[in-house]
């Protein structure tokens, strides 16, 4: 088995991570403040601090990402 990472692969984790950036912004834009919404914030904050700490990524733009996770 290999634990060598494709490029699809890679794609698909960032685009997850962008569907987490997306949920972020979109809850605290619509200003709730529920327990459930905020531990779903938090969810995908954890998410992706540890996406981003991965070693696999060539060139991508982690700004929006960065944003997200000290929102």
């Known amino acids: 088995m290999s634990d060598t990472i494709t490029t699809?692969?890679?794609a698909r984790?960032?685009?997850a991570?962008?569907?987490s950036v997306n949920l972020?912004?979109?809850i605290i834009d619509s200003g709730a403040?529920?327990?459930d919404s905020l531990d779903?914030?938090?969810r995908n904050?954890?998410?992706l601090s540890l996406m981003v700490a991965k070693d696999f990524w060539t060139n991508e733009d982690f700004d929006k990402v960065n944003k997200a996770i000290n929102a």
Do not use: P, R
Request: net charge negative.
């Open 45 to 47: 904050k954890e998410h």
């Open 17 to 19: 991570m962008g569907d």
């Open 13 to 15: 984790h960032y685009s």
């Open 8 to 10: 699809e692969e890679i």
């Open 33 to 35: 403040d529920d327990q």
């Open 40 to 42: 779903t914030i938090a």
């Open 24 to 26: 972020i912004n979109e």
